[in-house]
């Protein structure tokens, strides 16, 4: 059993909800970064994601491209990106899972990606832009590596669309709860909850929702229905309001705390 499934259980077990924060890797800078992230397990986030920065994204809306771009310009790369799980992993057992696009995997080396991610102390990977139907082989040799493979759930999704996603996802299954890319909304789609319910009648695999999700009211609003919710650029978006500040991890873990609260049933 996965890092990442044991998870899941233990807050079955609680009946709560997973709370799943987003952070840039490397941002505001890699120090920092290691520090959000600390801050945020102690907080109690359930599960974290780091998002690797990457030139040409087409999922991330304007605040996660404007953090990437910082980190990339600071030369923030996959081996950087692995030194700070690696970090982070002699300090805390919380899963981590990272997200990136299929190009930088690609041209990395599929093997030497899933085999230093494992070594690393990464759980669980999402690649955003690859589909089940070109992931066969990334699929196995995550299998291999022991790590989960995340897949997102689109609302376009049709059943038999929806039937391949979930039978290719481990770990969870990220439903997307809008179109468009990533950023806070002001209330979430009254979709959401029917889509979901779908969902469950065709899986018991844990159903976790993202993009828009930026309030406590959000995650208690998602907690019923789903098994988890994903928040990123309300807190990338906090991160940088408070560059500089000599309070940012406070700020962070404080966030994080009200976030955590909400999960429970």
Known sequence: MSRIEKRFKMLKERNEAALIPFVTAGYPDLHRCRDIVMALAEAGADIIELGIPYSDPVADGPVIQAASQQALAASMDLEAFFNLVAEVRQSSD?????????NPVFVYGQERFADN?????????IVSDLPPEEGEEWLKIAAVAGLDT???AAPTSTEERLRRVIDSASGFVYCVSRLGVTGADQDLSDSLRPRLERMRAMTDKPLCVGFGIST??????VAAPADGAVVGSALVRLVAGNDGAPDLIDRVREFAVGLKKATVR
């Open 117 to 125: 991610c494992r070594q690393s102390g990464i759980d669980g990977v």
């Open 94 to 102: 919380v899963p981590l899972v990272a997200m990136t696009y299929y």
């Open 150 to 152: 995340i897949m997102l």
């Open 216 to 221: 406590a009211e959000h995650v208690r609003q």
